[in-house]
C-alpha cells in the first residue's frame, strides 16, 4: 500500500510545505569558509531577504521522499488509462539516453561532431517509416497533437500546391478532441461523421460528406472504442475519389504494430506518439515526441532541416534547401531525449518483439472484455461478438440508472484498490465512458487483480454506493471538488499557504 501520512502531520494538510518545516539557522550543507574578494552590488539589485526554506539534509531528503510517495505512476502500479498508452518504460532506454554522448551535446555544434545523434535520428526515421509503411519521417513534432497541426499544414500545402481550395476536414464523432482542435487552428472546417451500430465509420454517411472541397480525413485505426475499422480500404477510396487526403491519428498503434501498416491502409499522413507506443515517460514523466509520416507526394513539404546522409562522404547533414517546405515548427529538431529512448526501445524489441507487443496487449484487453462482459453494471455498448484491439470501453450507463452511481465514482473508487483509473467519459459516444487499456507490460495476477477489484466496486455500486461517493479514502488527498479546481486553481505555495483551511 502507498504511504499515506506523516504520523505528526495534521488532517488539514498531509505533508507541510517545506517552508513550514524550516526553522531558522538550520542548514542542510555548509559552504568551505573561503576569502571571497568584496563586491559592490548595485543597492536596487541587492536582496535584503532571502526567502528560502532553512532544513537539515535528512529533513529534505525525506519532504521529497515522502512527496515522491504521493505520487502515482507506471512504476507505482496498473494505469489502465485507455488512448493513453501507459505502459511500462525500460530502464535501459533511460540509462542509454544519460550518456554523455545524448545528453551532453547541443544543436548549434558542428554537424561533424554529431555524427552520432545524427545517424541516430536518421535511423530512428527508417525504422518508423518501416513500421507506418510510408514514404519518409519528420521527427519534429513534441507531441501527438504537434503532429496532427503539422499534418494539417502539410494537407493545406499539398492542395495549394495543386491549385485547389479544398476547405473541409471529416473527423468522426469518436474521434480524439485533438483532431477537431489541429484541424479548425490549420484554418479548415470540420465534417462530423457518425458511427453507425458497430462503432465503426458509417460509410454511408462518409460517402454523403466528402465532396471536393474535402481536403483530409482524420481517422484513427483501431479507433478509440478499441474496434478496428475494417472498411478502411472502402473509406481510404472514398476520401481519395474527391482528392482528399486520410490522416491517421497514430495514438492506436499498439493494436497493430508488426501486423498491419497505415500506409498499406491507405493513409497519406501519420503520426506516431513515440511516448505512447514506443515505451517513453510521459504524462508528468517528461516531454513527448510526436513523429510524422508521409506518403512521397508529400515529401517536399515537410519541415526544415531535414537529416539527408551523403553516402560519397559517408557523413550525414541537415537539410535547409527545400523550397516547398511548410517551415519550421519547433526549435531544431524534435525532442532529443525522446528520441534516443525510443530508438533503443525499438532495437531492444525487435521486428518480432514489435509484433509480440501487439498481441499481448491485445490479449490483455480481450481477457478483461471477457471477464468483465456480464457483470452486471458493465455494459459494452457497441458489437460486442468480435474481438477487440488493445483497449475496451465499458458503459456504466445501467448503474448510473439503477443506483445513482456515475463513471467517475468508479474511476475514484478504484484509487482505492491502487490502481490508476481507467480513462473516463471518452470517447464521448458512449455514455458513462470507461476506457480501459492495460498494455501488454502487465501480467495476469495484475489483470486479475483489476478483474476483482472492478467486480466488487460493482457490487457496492448496489450494496453501499455511499462508499462510492466518498472515494477516494486511501489515497493522499481525498475527493476533490472538480469544478472549484478548474474555477479557483491554486498554483504556487505561496496562494496555498493563504488559504483559509488546507486541501
Ligand atoms: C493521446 C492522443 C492524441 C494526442 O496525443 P498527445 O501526444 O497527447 O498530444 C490524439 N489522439 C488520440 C486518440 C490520443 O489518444
Known amino acids: 500500500m502507498k504511504f499515506k501520512q506523516a504520523s505528526w502531520a495534521s488532517d488539514a494538510c498531509l505533508e507541510p510545505l517545506v517552508f513550514e518545516l524550516s526553522r531558522a539557522n538550520r542548514t542542510g550543507y555548509t559552504l568551505p569558509q573561503k576569502k571571497l574578494p568584496e563586491v559592490n552590488i548595485p543597492e536596487n539589485l541587492a536582496r535584503t531577504k532571502l526567502e528560502l526554506p532553512e532544513l537539515s539534509e535528512p529533513e529534505i ?16 502500479g496498473f494505469y489502465p488509462l485507455g488512448s493513453c498508452t501507459m505502459k511500462y518504460n525500460p530502464k535501459i532506454c533511460e540509462e542509454l539516453a544519460a550518456l554523455e554522448t545524448a545528453s551532453c551535446i547541443h544543436p548549434y555544434q558542428d554537424e561533424d561532431t554529431v555524427q552520432g545523434a545524427l545517424e541516430l535520428m536518421y535511423k530512428l526515421e527508417r525504422c518508423l517509416t518501416e513500421i507506418a509503411g510510408v514514404a519518409r519521417v519528420c521527427l519534429h513534432p513534441s507531441a501527438g497533437a504537434h503532429g496532427e497541426f503539422l499534418g494539417m499544414l502539410l494537407t493545406r500545402a499539398y492542395h495549394k500546391s495543386r491549385g485547389k481550395e479544398s476547405k473541409e476536414v471529416i473527423v468522426p464523432d469518436s474521434a480524439h478532441g485533438t483532431n477537431f482542435a489541429s484541424a479548425a487552428m490549420a484554418g479548415f472546417d470540420v465534417i462530423v461523421v457518425p458511427s453507425n451500430s458497430r462503432g465503426r465509420v458509417d460509410i454511408e454517411a462518409l460517402r454523403k460528406a466528402v465532396s471536393k472541397k474535402t481536403a483530409a480525413l482524420m481517422l484513427t485505426n483501431p479507433n478509440t472504442l478499441g474496434l478496428f475499422e475494417d472498411e478502411i480500404l472502402e473509406i481510404a477510396e472514398a476520401v481519395h475519389k474527391v482528392g482528399g487526403l486520410l490522416y491517421y491519428d497514430g495514438a492506436n498503434l499498439n493494436g497493430i504494430l508488426g501486423k498491419t501498416r497505415p500506409g498499406d491502409m491507405g493513409f497519406d499522413i501519420v503520426h506516431f506518439n513515440l511516448h505512447k507506443t514506443f515505451s517513453t515517460p510521459h504524462g508528468g514523466g517528461g516531454p513527448g515526441s510526436g513523429p510524422i509520416g508521409v506518403s512521397r507526394k508529400l515529401e517536399k513539404f515537410l519541415p526544415v532541416p531535414v537529416i539527408e546522409y551523403n553516402k560519397k562522404r559517408r557523413r550525414y547533414y541537415l537539410d535547409y534547401n527545400r523550397p516547398q517546405s511548410v517551415g519550421k515548427i519547433k526549435a531544431f529538431y524534435g525532442n532529443f531525449g525522446v528520441l534516443v529512448k525510443a530508438y533503443a526501445y525499438i532495437l531492444l524489441m525487435g521486428a518480432n518483439g514489435l509484433q509480440e507487443i501487439t498481441e499481448a496487449a491485445v490479449l490483455n484487453a480481450n481477457y478483461i472484455t471477457r471477464k468483465l462482459q456480464g457483470v452486471e453494471g458493465y455494459e459494452l455498448k457497441f458489437d460486442a461478438s468480435g474481438p477487440c484491439k488493445h483497449e475496451v470501453v465499458f458503459s456504466v450507463e445501467p448503474m448510473k440508472k439503477n443506483y445513482g452511481v456515475k463513471a467517475h465514482f468508479i474511476a475514484k473508487r478504484l484509487l482505492d484498490f491502487g490502481v490508476h483509473a481507467p480513462t473516463y467519459y471518452f470517447p464521448p459516444i458512449v455514455p458513462e465512458a470507461l476506457m480501459i487499456e492495460p ?61 483559509p483551511s488546507k486541501i
Open 439 to 499: 498494455t501488454e507490460t502487465e501480467t495476469k495476477e495484475e489483470l486479475d487483480r483489476f478483474i476483482a477489484a472492478m467486480k466488487e466496486i460493482a457490487e457496492e455500486a448496489k450494496s453501499h454506493p455511499d462508499k462510492l461517493l466518498a472515494a477516494p479514502t486511501a489515497t493522499a488527498i481525498g475527493r476533490l471538488d472538480e469544478a472549484k479546481a478548474s474555477r479557483e486553481p491554486i498554483l504556487s505555495w505561496r496562494m496555498y499557504r493563504k488559504l
Open 61 to 76: 531528503v525525506r519532504h521529497y521522499t515522502r512527496l515522491s510517495q504521493m505520487n502515482y505512476g507506471v512504476d507505482s
